[in-house]
């Protein structure tokens, strides 16, 4: 069974940091490509980051390049995603999903075929 489930989410002041967790399934984890993707109120599902198996490859939306870390760890199945110097623009719920390992560049969710539930992230002004 492919499982993922996020955490870490919450209410922050701009310019605060976060790191959001997600726990997955082996069969989640095991060769996947991990991202990060984001939908705000009204909005579609956007693209955040991505890592590769190896956890030596990365990819960025320009929104957040700088800010933003993705990470991995393929022992305990788990990815993070640090947030610093959060803006108001970044709140949404955030996702974790898992693909093949093929897609670590793709910035498409049609592209990954394994999703948490989401944690809600609010940056107030």
């Known amino acids: 069974q492919v499982q993922l489930v996020e955490s870490g989410g919450g209410l922050v002041q701009a310019g605060d940091s976060v790191r959001l967790s997600c726990e997955g399934s082996?069969?989640?984890?095991?060769?996947?490509?991990l991202g990060w993707f984001r939908q705000a109120p009204g909005k579609e599902r956007e693209f955040v980051a991505t890592?590769?198996?190896?956890?030596?490859?990365?990819n960025y939306a320009d929104s957040v390049k700088g800010r933003f870390t993705i990470s991995r760890d393929n022992v305990k199945n788990m990815v993070y995603l640090q947030m610093n110097s959060l803006k108001p623009d970044d709140t949404a719920v955030y996702y974790c999903?898992?693909?093949?390992?093929?897609?670590?560049?793709?910035?498409?969710?049609?592209?990954?075929?394994?999703w948490g539930q989401g944690t809600q992230v609010t940056v107030s002004s």
């Open positions: 890592i590769s198996w190896g956890g030596d490859t990365t």
């Open positions: 082996a069969r989640a984890f095991n060769t996947k490509a």
């Open positions: 999903a898992s693909g093949p390992s093929w897609r670590w560049r793709s910035t498409r969710p049609v592209d990954f075929d394994a």
